[in-house]
């Protein structure tokens, strides 16, 4: 059975982590197995939107496979490792396409941090979010330490890390750290919906709007904006006239469509 699973359909592809279970645990296997697939969809110029989801109702990823990292504790090496095959944030940041995180259910330490390397965050009912770094003695190598405060706020931050205490889906929504919650029986449709907005957008513009926000979201604000005017300044020189008309046409038709 594979580990992790790839449908591609009108220009989305759903990646799934397959191992409900052991609630999609990432296992040393697992985690290679995202590498590659989050490889193949971004090398496919087919997809232009990828959606990240978990088998099973009861969790997207409980994180780290505790069983195997207690077995041999060489394995944590991967709680710091650089490699994307190894690494699953990094296995999801190299995906140049937009990914939705269709958050099924539990997202727990290394599982919260593989959720928040999405792009957008879509959670089910059922989702919850649990740091438990500091309740099993391993700090965070993937991102969550930095990347949680400058969600929420560092003082909610502080409060799940230090307690370990679960956050679920509605008050996740309200602190801003998911974009919507719905059923969990809606969860892949509306997953679907917005994979399907995206991808009508022409990819190559969407794919460099995915890259300068990262950009600049990793420097100070000061040299985020200066950075924005550069990449700006170089793109906006290339864009003919005949083509914003095409596209301004384009997005009035649409709001016509949408209202």
Partial sequence: MALV???????????????????????????SELAKAMRAVDADDS????ILTGAGERAFTAG??????????????????????ENPVKAIEIC???????INGVAIT????????????IASTNARFADTHARV??????????????????SRAKQLSFSGNFLDAETACAWGLVNSVVP???????????????????????????????????LPFGEAMAHEARVSTAANRRVSADEVEARRMAVIERGRTQS
């Avoid at 997809?47 to 990828?50: N, S």
């Avoid at 919906?193 to 190559?204: K, M, Q, W």
Wanted: hydrophobic share 45%; glycine share 8%; net charge negative.
């Fill in 64 to 85: 780290l496979d505790l069983k195997e990292l207690g077995s041999d504790t060489s394995n944590l090496g991967a709680a710091n490792a650089e490699s994307a095959d």
């Fill in 96 to 102: 140049r396409k937009p990914v939705i995180g269709a």
């Fill in 137 to 154: 003695g391993i700090m965070p190598g993937w991102g969550l330490s930095q990347k949680l405060s400058r969600m929420i706020g560092i």
């Fill in 184 to 218: 969990a029986n809606e969860l892949m449709t509306h997953a679907k919906a917005l994979a399907r907005d995206i991808a009508t957008v022409d990819p190559a513009m969407v794919q460099t709007y995915k890259r300068i926000i990262d950009d600049g979201y990793a």
């Fill in 47 to 50: 997809v232009r939107c990828v």
């Fill in 110 to 121: 290394g599982g919260f941090e593989v959720a928040i390397a999405c792009d957008i965050l």
């Fill in 5 to 31: 699973t790839t449908e591609i359909e009108d220009g989305i592809a759903i990646v799934t982590l397959n191992r409900p279970e052991a609630m999609n645990a990432l296992s040393r296997a697992l985690r």
